[in-house]
């Protein structure tokens, strides 16, 4: 309190700017891990107002200066969450506590196809009643179809169509959008066909944007979809995204190791820049039509390749039904159980009696086990491949509040799947690069302090299915823009997350 008050004396005496509330920090005595993916230094740093001004061995304190020692723990820039949904009742929830207790900084939302509209209106508002987090986003391909094609989503758009979608699309981008986003797995963008992805993303590649996408079909067809994306950036001349990138049915489960190289070494031949990001659960979180991507909902074999396709129905977990509320949490095997009829019947009844929702997800969602083990790990470590959390600020995944620390605990500290250094590369700098960020994702004099200080020791995620928002363990501080949003394990209450633009500029 007392520091606050001193703050905003200092704040009126001097000059009102965007950083008034941000007095000079000196950190001292960190292990820090640059995000170059270097090995980590011992090193103090110093931060001047929302920048990073100094690092050195040993930094003599200034007057005014506050002095925090670390006392050995790693310093790394503010993690960079490649895919997440935590836009998602951000006004009620400024905090964003479940982002930041994970180290994230930025968040990178519009994804999946879908994204806030307009963009420039969404923008205005975080700048109005800014969050503890940094925002940048996508323009979703979805989104643009359907201010274009109404409620008439399931067909392929006419020629008249596409010229209305590419200049909303050009719109977008100007707003600061860094390019666009589909999920074709989802109703809304499945019936596009690849031609008009590849005739969009050009409108994206004129403005410098790159291509994400959630690929046409993640389960026994994904290696298809991996040649689908690929083809888009080769004709789009854009570089490319596989987004929370799975092996999610049986048929291909464990191909990682063996398929995945031929992945990248044919887009490499093609001249594609393919990345990826992963988000390190071998469960994922959707709506349940999802199963059945031709959306032929109620055709019984359609429906029981779906269940088989996704690890079969005990496999599938349904955490909301709004329809029934008492059979959330069950299973599919077991929903059916109860209701005395076979899961395919269950999950045809439950469409049907979710079918008035534009959206199955607003009223059912599901949980799948549908991943395994040996190829998360090998996404994880791959050098192409970023992180993300798919999460929500209060979704039913602990994803949400978890994955950042789940790599670091788990895959890099148990497991050793990757060097902590590398990890930190690719929460970082890598995907900074990516947005193009210029003065973010790097501890670096000069450089915006997004950062955050964990303990390598203990880090590790505590979000379970049963408590999907509970606190990571091992994150003591989190700084965004100078100013702390966790302090001591504590969330602050300090806003100075940002709007993050794409500057667009012709090629
Ligand atoms: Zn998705």
Known sequence: MRMKSLQLFACVLTALTASCFASDVLIQNVLLYDGSGKKPVRADVRIKGDRIAAIGKKLAPRKGEVIRDEHGLALAPGFIDMHSHHDGGIFDDLNA??????????????????????????????????????????????????????????????????????????????????????????????????????????????????????????????????KEIT???????????????????????????????????????Q???LKA???????WHSTLRVLVTDRDFYNPERVAKGIADNGGAANLMVPKYLPDPSVAGKTLAQIAAVWGVTPVEAYMRMIKATSSATEGGEQEEVIGTSMTEDDVR???????????????????????????????????REQHVLPLETAIHKMTMMPAAQLGLKDRGRIASGYIADLVVFDPQTVIDESTIQQPEAAPKGIPDVMVSGEWVVDGGKVTGSHPGRVLRHEPVAK
């Open 378 to 412: 090998w996404f994880i470590a791959h050098p192409r491949v970023m992180f993300s959390s798919d999460g929500a600020l209060h979704g039913a995944h602990p994803r949400g509040a978890g994955a950042f620390p789940r790599v670091l605990g788990r895959y890099v």
């Open 277 to 283: 990001d992963v988000y390190p659960y071998t469960y």
């Open 271 to 273: 001249g594609v820049d």
């Open 231 to 269: 083809r888009i950036g080769r004709e789009g001349k854009l570089p490319v995204e596989i987004t929370h990138i799975k092996l999610a049915s049986p048929q291909v489960w464990h191909m990682a190791a063996t398929r995945m190289p031929g992945v990248f070494a044919s887009a490499k031949k």
């Open 97 to 226: 506590a479940s982002v930041t207790r994970q180290g994230v900084t930025t968040v990178f939302v519009g994804q999946d196809g879908e994204s806030n509209f307009p963009l420039a209106d969404f923008f205005a508002h975080l700048e109005k009643a800014p969050a503890a987090i940094n925002f940048a986003s996508m323009v979703g391909h979805a989104t643009v179809r359907a201010q274009v094609m109404g409620k008439d989503l399931f067909r392929p758009s006419t020629p008249e169509e596409m010229k209305k979608m590419k200049d909303l699309l050009a719109k977008e981008l100007q707003a600061g959008a860094y390019g666009l986003s589909t999920g074709l797995e989802y109703e809304e963008g499945h019936f596009a066909t690849t031609e008009e992805v590849i005739e969009l993303s050009k409108v994206a590649a004129a403005k410098r944007g790159f291509y994400i996408s959630h690929v046409r079909d993640e389960g026994n067809g994904v290696f298809d979809s991996f």
